[in-house]
C-alpha cells in the first residue's frame, strides 16, 4: 500500500520536472527559424501550431526566453522545448517555442538570448551584453482560404 500511495505522488513529480526539456511536445508544427538580430515573417492559418526556433549552445552560456506572451487573441503559447545534437559540452541544439494560431490578426513575438546572464537576466559583464540578443518574429494568422464550395 505504501509503495502504491508512494508511485501515486511521484509521477506528477516526474511529469513536472521534464516540462520544458523537449520531452512533452514532439510536433513542432510548422517551424520558423531565426537567430540573434533576426526579424522572421510568420504566416498560419487559425488552429494551426507553429514553433519559432533559434539556435543554442547552452554550454556556452546561451539562455532563451520569451520576452513576453504575444496577444492571445492572435497566438497561444504551448511550451517552450530544447534539442541538442549531442551529449558532449560544446554541443550545440535549438531552442523551440511552440505556439499555436487563435484568430486573424498580427502580433510579434520577441526572443532574447540573454547570454551568461545568471539569475538576475541582466548581462554582468560588456562581453555578455555583446553576445546577447534578441529575435523578433512578426506572426499573421489568415483566414484559411476559401474552397468554393457552398456549405
Not at 31 to 41: D, N, R
Not at 50 to 56: K, T
Not at 77 to 91: K, R
Amino acid at each position: 500500500m505504501r509503495g502504491t500511495v508512494a508511485a501515486a505522488l511521484l509521477v506528477p513529480l516526474l511529469a513536472v520536472s521534464g516540462c520544458g526539456a523537449g520531452e512533452w511536445v514532439t510536433d513542432y508544427g510548422k517551424v520558423a527559424k531565426g537567430g540573434k538580430g533576426t526579424s522572421v515573417q510568420v504566416e498560419v492559418t487559425p488552429g494551426q501550431r507553429f514553433s519559432l526556433a533559434v539556435p543554442e549552445n547552452r554550454s556556452v552560456g546561451d539562455d532563451w526566453d520569451l520576452v513576453e506572451l504575444p496577444d492571445t487573441k492572435v497566438a497561444s503559447f504551448i511550451s517552450e522545448e530544447h534539442e541538442s545534437e549531442g551529449d558532449e559540452p560544446g554541443s550545440s541544439g535549438t531552442a523551440y517555442f511552440v505556439f499555436n494560431g487563435k484568430h486573424p490578426g498580427t502580433t510579434e513575438i520577441r526572443l532574447r538570448d540573454c547570454w551568461r546572464c545568471g539569475q538576475d537576466r541582466t548581462p554582468a559583464t560588456e562581453e555578455s551584453r555583446q553576445q546577447s540578443g534578441e529575435a523578433v518574429f512578426t506572426v499573421t494568422v489568415r483566414e484559411r482560404p476559401s474552397t468554393g464550395i457552398p456549405r
